[in-house]
């Protein structure tokens, strides 16, 4: 818990470059929400409204005034993303402002979450780009009054954040955005994940291409690129991150079936030889779908808590309205429904068929889908 008095100020634990801070009852769920889905980001917010998962989380509690926070926040982080009324926060950050090229960009959003506004440093700082980008996470209004905010292209290190889509290296952001920025040749390679990605502009620069393999990418030729799929590259595939960002949309849905009482370790273990044998990428997983006799399942619950993955339970009924390729006359006899990890698969992700069908491991089943877009 960070202590906020006059005379002094508990050190603040800086993770990412963005820092999402909220005083109200409202305002913790919207920054819990955008918390869960901004790679990069920490979220800070009064004690009282502490909800007990806070630590697993990675989430910063405050007691005392939040205009004694704001100076360390300042300082540390490349854009505040502050759940305040623009008029507060207009007089907090007032004494720190310095010079447009340093000051951090800010961001403010209503209580209610219905407009986010861009306030400091719009351009340079970056708070035009992200108010895009927390808008849209949102489905809320930007709001942006800077003229000249025109460019209309990509901003590489928050592309996708609305979706929850997160870089697997941080390593070439900085060549990759610069050769964006500077109207090159640039490969958007999709293979998965959400398509209206695009909300810059009335149309993609000419400069941009979008590739549905990253194959023609490199037969095409480019400065650099933007890949997002859930794959793990091979080698040959890999040439095209010498000036590029890599992008995993969160796509993977996970149906488990278990023994009562199968520890988190060997559930996680599984997922791991799972993934790996299908070469698919452990942060592009969404969400653990099992059956309505699981939802209080500690080993399920713990992995989905502690990877931030979705966890999803179906009835019976609902697991039996899926067709299955393997349905098991055992697991009716227990459960009630012919299948889980099969049908809870399908049923969450929309996918007509499974990239792995059924795999048993010990005291785990498991099937893997992939949400189509």
Known sequence: MIELQEEKVSAIEQKGNYAI???????VELARKLGSSFQNADVYYMGKFEKGDEAAKGIQMFTGSVRLLLPSLFQAYQGLIIIISLGAVVRMIAPLLKDKKTDPGVVVIDDKGEHVISVL????GGANELTKEVAAALKARPIITTASD???TIPVDLFGKRFGWVWDSSEKLTPVSAAVVNEEKIAVVQESGEKEWWHYGPSIPENIKVYDSIDGALKAGLDAALVITHRK?????????HNGVLYRPKVIVLGIGCNRGTTTEEIEAVIEETLKELQFSKKSVKAVCTIDIKKDESGLLEVASKNNWEFIYFTPAELNSVKMEMPSETVFKYTGAYGVSEPAALLYSGAEKLELVKKKSGNVTISVAIIPY
Request: hydrophobic share 40%; proline share 0%; glycine share 14%.
């Open 21 to 27: 801070v909220a005083i109200t009852k409202h305002g």
């Open 121 to 124: 440093s719009g351009h340079i």
């Open 150 to 152: 025109v460019q209309g």
């Open 233 to 241: 590259l091979s080698e040959e595939e890999n040439l095209i991150l």
